[in-house]
């Protein structure tokens, strides 16, 4: 997530600067051939154009709308995966007696924010992260994930023994959750906490996996292909017929104009056909890097912030002094 100010224009230029070759050249090739070839009938009708132009911004917007709405859903989930994990923490504190099982508690809940977000950086072909335009980004931060083995970060929380079991398991955070409810259960069935606690704490189980299942929900099911696919192909449509659109527009401003530009305006239709094709592939390229929140882009949701802060706030209300830092934001991106 970027914290800073805005992009900078000269950031959003490198980042599409390969589409904006693609369309330097979709605007020369038509005015050399209408202008120094002769070939006039490949002017195409502005109002054509133009009628595909709105219908393309339609698309786009609508995309955009929906690309964004699962990237704030996504940050809504880990909001409340946040609120409730020091609701958690209060919990065990202050209904278990037992000072052992409290910390085995929190420490198991440390392994499952791990083993979640771990999940949630895993690849899916769908994704577009590791696409060369925004691969070329990354340089400019570090994703936790990728730097570090899940079963290292696991071993700091978890027992040998517990470690090995996680880990041979297919759905790791699921299994993490069923040990934290049988340790509850243990403790009911001991006659250390009372019945109306026991259920309390049980909801605070079910809760961390309802949310876990929207955060698999938003990981695992894409932007539907066939919006998306429409998008692009309507984009591309409009920016290759765009150039020849405007040609007879700029050719009949030689009739009023005069000096220097007189008999050459139609050298304009370059410029400005890449500008206007630029915003349209711009906007759909931001929608794109907007799809996937988790996928580790400069634009996902920081879960892994998320999950520091979390720990730090879990580790105080156990006393403890020896505490993580916190993530910090590298050029203004925060993971």
């Not at 090739?29 to 209408?34: C, I, R, S, T």
């Not at 955009?64 to 990237?71: A, D, E, G, L």
């Not at 309507?234 to 005069?258: H, Q, W, Y």
Request: hydrophobic share 45%.
């Amino acid at each position: 997530m970027h914290i800073g100010k805005s992009y900078k224009l000269s950031d959003f230029l490198v980042w599409t600067r390969r589409k904006i070759y693609v369309l330097v050249i979709l605007g020369t090739v038509p005015v050399l051939l209408y202008h120094l070839l002769g070939i006039t009938w490949v002017a195409v009708p502005w109002t054509v154009v133009s009628l595909l132009g709105t219908a393309t911004a339609f698309i786009v917007g609508f995309k955009n709308t929906q690309t964004y709405s699962r990237t704030w859903d996504a940050h809504a989930i880990w909001t409340n995966i946040a609120g409730s994990s020091k609701a958690w923490g209060i919990m065990c504190c202050d209904y278990l007696h037992d000072t052992h099982k409290t910390r085995m508690l929190f420490y198991r809940h440390f392994a499952w924010l791990t083993a979640l977000r771990y999940q949630m950086r895993e690849e899916r072909v769908w994704e577009v992260a590791d696409q060369r335009h925004n691969a070329e980004y990354q340089q400019f931060y570090h994703i936790p994930e990728r730097l570090t083995a899940l079963e290292v970060e696991l071993a700091k929380y978890l027992p040998q023994e517990e470690l090995t079991y996680i880990l041979s398991t297919r759905n790791k955070a699921s299994q993490l959750l069923a040990l934290q409810s049988r340790t509850i259960k243990e403790v009911s069935d001991r006659e250390e906490m009372a019945p109306a606690l026991l259920l309390e704490m049980q909801r605070a189980v079910n809760n961390f996996c309802n949310q876990q299942t929207q955060c698999e929900s938003v990981k695992n099911t894409p932007y539907p292909r066939q919006y998306a696919v429409i998008n692009t192909i309507f984009v591309r449509i409009f920016c290759f017929l765009l150039p020849f659109g405007m040609l007879a527009e700029f050719d009949k401003l030689n009739n009023s104009i005069t000096g220097l530009m007189k008999g050459h305006m139609i050298w304009l239709v370059i410029p400005f056909s890449v500008l206007i094709s630029w915003m349209y592939t711009s906007l759909e390229q931001v929608g794109e890097s907007t799809e996937n929140p988790f996928e580790g882009s400069a634009n996902d949701v920081p879960i892994s912030q998320i999950c520091r802060d979390i720990e730090i706030d879990l580790r105080e209300m156990l006393g403890e002094n020896a505490l993580p830092l916190p993530l910090k934001a590298e050029n203004d991106i925060l993971v």
